[in-house]
């Protein structure tokens, strides 16, 4: 079956500093790859549309220059948090789906669980 | 604008019993809806995919249902197992294109 490939799946940095997180599709290609981000007790917010070759869509209030999506290739998908602050911390996963329009459903990465000190 | 609800939040049963976890949403125009469990800490694990055109799907113990133009969807889980506990989640995939999530389903199964 289809996979997806989260990594890291912990990390902490120091406020200030900015991470980067990896989503691959590992047996598919994906043209678009969706990330969320989840707190607590909390169901996913969808933060964003990747798009392979072009730029993300961002859903209102993400902002753009904080959260910095990069589609490569149709295998690999990258958020970087830049400035990162301590109310950045949260679960960050992403999805793709095997076929258009989701007609395959979807697979979602095993998350990154970020935690700015 | 899709809105996907999920009744309850939070159900504790003893082992053994069938239950059944609900899901509405808002907009009918979907393609297709989809069931994915949670455990704490983890990503999602998908457990069923209903397409649109589809009214039901199967898989173990696991059987969801869509009625479209109510906007609804229940999956029904029987003979529960401490093993079921997780959170259950209902997400559609609109005509928007994004899969819209609902706030879960934390279910306890007790030994």
């Known amino acids: 079956g289809a996979v997806v490939s989260q990594h890291p799946s912990r990390v902490i940095c120091k406020s200030g500093t900015s991470v980067k997180i990896e989503c691959r599709s590992l047996?598919?290609?994906?043209?678009?790859m969706f990330w969320y981000r989840q707190f607590p007790k909390q169901s996913l917010m969808l933060m964003a549309t990747s798009n392979e070759g072009s730029k993300a869509t961002y859903e209102q209030g993400v902002e753009k220059d904080k959260f910095l999506i990069n589609h490569a290739s149709l295998t690999l998908s990258t958020l970087t948090v830049t400035s990162a602050h301590p109310e950045d911390s949260s679960f960050y996963i992403c999805?793709?789906?095997?076929?258009?329009?989701?007609?395959?459903?979807?697979?979602f990465g095993s998350g990154t669980r970020l935690t700015v000190v | 604008k899709q809105e996907v609800t999920q009744i309850p939040a939070a159900l504790s049963v003893p082992e053994g019993e069938n239950l059944v976890l609900n899901c509405s949403f808002t907009?009918?125009?979907?393609?297709?809806l989809q069931w994915f469990r949670q455990d704490p800490g983890k990503g999602l694990t998908s457990l069923l995919l209903?397409?649109?055109?589809?009214r039901e799907q199967t898989s173990g113990r696991l059987n969801a249902s869509l009625d479209k133009s109510s906007g609804r969807s229940t999956l029904y889980i029987a003979a529960s197992q401490p093993g079921d506990s997780a959170t259950y989640l209902c997400a559609v995939f609109s005509q928007g294109g994004k899969l819209i999530f609902g706030q879960g389903t934390e279910l306890s199964v007790k030994p």
């Open positions: 999805s793709a789906s095997t076929q258009g329009q989701g007609a395959g459903g979807y697979t």
């Open positions: 907009d009918s125009a979907i393609y297709n």
């Open positions: 047996d598919f290609q994906a043209t678009t």
């Open positions: 209903i397409q649109s055109s589809q």
